[in-house]
T-cell receptor
Framework: NAGVMQNPRHLVRRRGQEARLRCSPM?????VYWYRQLPEEGLKFMVY????????ESGMPKERFSAEFPKEGPSILRIQQVVRGDSAAYFC????????????FGPGTRLTVL | AQSVTQLDSQVPVFEEAPVELRCNYS??????LFWYVQYPNQGLQLLLK??????LVKGINGFEAEFNKSQTSFHLRKPSVHISDTAEYFC????????????FGSGTRLQVQP
């Protein structure tokens, strides 16, 4: 029973390029959450999605960042025109969506912007 | 809005000694409480959670936590730690009947020494 999968595990981009991070939730989970962890800090919520819907994007930066969770395929977090400050670990979590449910976390994608 | 404070950024302890990792939260409404552990270069794993009921919650790997509503605390304890418990520990809250996103503390690095 595979857990939450994220790829790539490591991603290097130059300033101005685009970064695409992928997340496949656990089997049976239809709710996905994205979090960002800056060095030496805790995780900060970015966005919460259900299939084909954005439920809560209150933590997403207003520009350059977008997320989707299509009917088929993984959830994608997209960062356009990356800057050095985007360097961080990006974690995806999934759940069944019931109140109080555990969120199961993936191993993360470590983005480095040169 | 809610917030989580983990007062200790690092806790060094000798193997087989007891440990307590402190967590305080602030919220105008009731919350669900969680403790997660993060091993180096990995995602987060749930140790335990409090939703309602008994204020003493037992989790995996011998950890337990006690919810204290008057103190707004949810401290994590283990009576005897092992070298393998060396990791980063995060306290988190979420709101019932609403926003599912987790709000994390800044983390406590537990360093178990032989």
């Amino acid at each position: 029973n595979a857990g939450v999968m994220q790829n790539p595990r490591h991603l290097v981009r130059r300033r101005g390029q685009e970064a695409r991070l992928r997340c496949s939730p656990m089997k049976g989970h239809s709710h996905v959450y994205w979090y960002r962890q800056l060095p030496e800090e805790g995780l900060k919520f970015m966005v919460y999605l259900q299939k084909e819907n954005i439920i809560d994007e209150s933590g997403m930066p207003k520009e350059r960042f977008s997320a989707e969770f299509p009917k088929e395929g993984p959830s994608i977090l997209r960062i356009q025109q990356v800057v050095r400050g985007d360097s961080a670990a990006y974690f995806c979590a999934s759940s069944r969506g019931q109140e109080g449910d555990e969120q199961f976390f993936g191993p993360g994608t470590r983005l480095t912007v040169l | 809005a809610q917030s989580v404070t983990q007062l200790d950024s690092q806790v060094p302890v000798f193997e087989e000694a007891p440990v307590e990792l402190r967590c305080n939260y602030s919220s105008s409404v009731s919350v669900y409480l969680f403790w997660y552990v993060q091993y180096p270069n990995q995602g987060l794993q749930l140790l335990l959670k409090y939703l309602s009921g008994s204020t003493l919650v037992k989790g995996i790997n011998g950890f337990e936590a006690e919810f204290n509503k008057s103190q707004t605390s949810f401290h994590l304890r283990k009576p005897s730690v092992h070298i393998s418990d060396t990791a980063e520990y995060f306290c988190a809250v979420s709101r019932p009947r609403g926003r599912r996103a987790l709000t994390f503390g800044s983390g406590t690095r537990l360093q178990v020494q032989p």
